[in-house]
Every structure is written in structure tokens, then in C-alpha cells.
């Protein structure tokens, strides 16, 4: 069975940190990406990572600040937040794809976790 289990969010005063983890099981992805949807809003892509090359994307809003990492022998996939704003507070969902490349758009991904809720106080 394919899962995508994240944890690691919670509530976090402005200019804070998290880390959000993201540990696949059931088979190893192409490309692993973090999204997120605010009420209201659109899923909007977070990061995205390829799995053999490690090459990294980021939304601009987010540019600087989070960090998108993996660690193969876990199949597990990262998102270091860091400098936190109030407009960061969403549900954040990984997802996983067939595909080499970290696409932004939410249709190229086939797996996607439950997701875990971050709220920043400001």
C-alpha cells in the first residue's frame, strides 16, 4: 500500500520555525513536492524536489526562507521553514509523483498525504 504520512506542524508565533517531515512507504517517487491551501484559497505549490538529482523549486513566496530536503534511506521528504509569516499558515500536504521533474502543478501528482495544519500567531 503507497502512504504519505506527513507531521511536524503545529503553532508557531511570526518569524518562527518548523519542520515538516514526509515519509513515504509502498514505493520511492520520481519527484516529492509540498503544497498547501489556506481557507479559502487555492493548493498552491510550496517546493518540489526531484529524487535522483535533488534538484529543488520553490514558490517565490517562499523563496529564502524554506528549504526542501530528502533523505532517500528513510523515502523520506522534508520542508524547513523557517522566518514564518502569518500568509504561511495553511494545511501543508506532500504528494508524490511518477514524474522527474517537480512539476508546480497539483494534476502531476498521484499520491498525496493527509496533510498537517500550521498556524502562525502573529
Known amino acids: 500500500q503507497i502512504q504519505l504520512a506527513e507531521s511536524g506542524g503545529g503553532l508557531v508565533q511570526a518569524g518562527g520555525s518548523l519542520r515538516l517531515s514526509c515519509a513515504a512507504s509502498?514505493?520511492?517517487?520520481?519527484?516529492m513536492a509540498w503544497f498547501r491551501q489556506a481557507p479559502g484559497k487555492d493548493r498552491e505549490f510550496v517546493a518540489g524536489?526531484?529524487?535522483?538529482?535533488?534538484?529543488?523549486d520553490y514558490a517565490d513566496s517562499v523563496k529564502g526562507r524554506f528549504t526542501i530536503s530528502r533523505d532517500n534511506a528513510k523515502n523520506t521528504v522534508y520542508l524547513q521553514m523557517n522566518s514564518l509569516k502569518s500568509e504561511d499558515a495553511a494545511v501543508y500536504s506532500c504528494?508524490?509523483?511518477?514524474?522527474?521533474?517537480?512539476?508546480?502543478?497539483?494534476?502531476?501528482?498521484?499520491?498525496w498525504g493527509q496533510g498537517t495544519q500550521v498556524t502562525v500567531s502573529s
Open positions: 504528494a508524490g509523483s511518477v514524474y522527474a521533474v517537480a512539476y508546480r502543478a497539483p494534476n502531476f501528482y498521484a499520491y
Open positions: 509502498g514505493r520511492i517517487f520520481s519527484s
Open positions: 524536489m526531484t529524487w535522483s538529482g535533488g534538484r529543488a
